[in-house]
């Protein structure tokens, strides 16, 4: 697929993939492995492909240019979902003298995930180049975005940036470029990616989008390792991450929850009616009836979460136990929130969420709200009222 006069797209679409590292993110719409290969002088290869699917992507590269006439390789992240079919072609025909270019400490961890290979490792820093003819590349490193051997390369001369996991999306479409498919989706899916894999990253995203601003290179394509390339208006992605990296929330608020009746349901209910009575945007989402990874997008795109569940064996419920570790783990900054919960002796979930979203840097509103059993009428008219104070506080 050609994606500019000398540069074309080599890489798979995974139409089935439900989830991804693992079990721990959502793909509702497949992704893609996006590899590339600039023609010029010399036919440089621009990342691979997950190895699963490297006897289709061998068949690619066979086909043309063919694997003997791969002059160079570009590494720009190592992780198996994008350089680990790079064994695999030093076995099919790949030269042992073609340079790898990929940072110093791709270098390291190459040879550690292949160790049956001879591989020509170049290891490069910000702003080395090559020329490949009439075009130039420049590395750009992007350490911990969100791996150590994580970098950029620009194609001077051309226009393209190829940015590995920045500004990309686990999205498989019927085309390749971000004006053949719904902005919608492409937003939401852009986010969700950026929410679950880079939001802990955050402060260096803002650093090296100022850095790569400074530089002040013309980019006319963003050509990402998953997902569509941004060719129509390219830096509004760059700018949007700029946005999702600088403490973003939109005003909303979640109220999450997960209960074994319906008493915590009851309260999360009231409480989203002083939500509304103050005309404040919020949604309420069942935590153990919930997609993980769209339930985390909900809580980075939001100001507030009000966070409740059961207690069971004095403790709370383990979808709210998972969902308040990604709130820390993840690093989202800006956020206030507030706990509660029912219960029938003990009681200790709403503390222990309070706990644990204090723990994670959140904001805390008000004393935590425990029910015993079913709430009367009485208390849930103060758990409305709770909702209500609570959009005073946004």
């Given at each position: ?5 000398n540069?074309?797209?080599?890489g ?36 691979t ?19 003997a ?5 570009v ?15 030093a ?16 270098a ?51 226009g ?9 999306q ?60 941004w060719r129509?208006?390219?830096?509004d ?16 608020v979640v ?20 939500l ?41 419920l ?8 990604c ?43 425990g ?16 909702g ?7």
């Amino acid at each position: 697929m050609k994606i500019t006069d000398n540069i074309y797209w080599i890489g798979i679409k995974d139409w089935e993939l439900r989830s991804f590292h693992g079990r721990e993110l959502s793909t509702h719409h497949g992704s893609t492995y996006n590899s590339y290969l600039l023609k010029d002088e010399i036919n440089v290869l621009i990342d691979t492909v997950w190895d699963p699917f490297a006897d289709r992507f061998i068949k690619k590269l066979e086909a043309d240019p063919g694997i003997a006439n791969i002059d160079a390789v570009v590494i720009n992240h190592i992780e198996p979902d994008h350089g680990g079919s790079l064994g695999i072609l030093a076995k099919n025909g790949l030269r042992p003298d073609v340079p790898i270019y990929c940072s110093k400490p791709g270098a390291e961890i190459i040879n550690k995930y292949f160790h049956d290979v001879k591989l020509n490792l170049q290891p490069v820093e910000t702003g080395d180049t090559i020329k490949t003819g009439k075009f130039k590349l420049v590395f750009v490193e992007m350490r911990m975005i969100h791996w150590p051997d994580s970098m950029l390369t620009y194609v001077d001369g051309d226009g393209t940036l190829f940015s590995n996991d920045a500004f990309g999306q686990h999205l498989c479409a019927s085309g390749y470029f971000n004006d053949e498919v719904d902005e919608a989706l492409l937003y939401g899916e852009a986010m969700k990616y950026y929410a679950g894999i880079l939001t802990p990253y955050s402060k260096l995203i803002e650093r090296k989008i100022g850095m790569l601003n400074a530089m002040e290179i013309p980019i006319k394509l963003i050509a990402p390792s998953h997902g569509v390339i941004w060719r129509k208006d390219p830096l509004d992605i760059v700018n949007k991450y700029l946005e999702w990296s600088m403490d973003y929330n939109d005003g909303s608020v979640v109220v999450v929850y997960d209960c074994l009746y319906k008493a915590t349901r009851q309260i999360a209910a009231a409480i989203a009616q002083g939500l509304e009575n103050k005309g404040v945007r919020h949604k309420v989402v069942n935590s153990g009836d919930s997609d993980f990874s769209d339930l985390f997008t909900d809580l980075f795109r939001a100001r507030g979460m009000i966070v409740g569940s059961s207690t069971v064996n004095n403790a709370m419920l383990r979808s709210i136990s998972a969902a308040l570790d990604c709130v820390k783990s993840h690093k989202l900054k800006g956020k206030i929130g507030a706990a509660f919960g029912s219960y029938g002796w003990s009681g200790e979930a709403p503390k222990q969420i309070a706990e644990k979203l204090e723990s994670a840097g959140v904001g805390l509103i008000g004393k935590p709200i425990g029910i015993k059993y079913a709430p009367t009428a009485d208390e849930l008219k103060e758990c409305v009222l709770f909702g209500e104070t609570f959009a005073d506080a946004l």
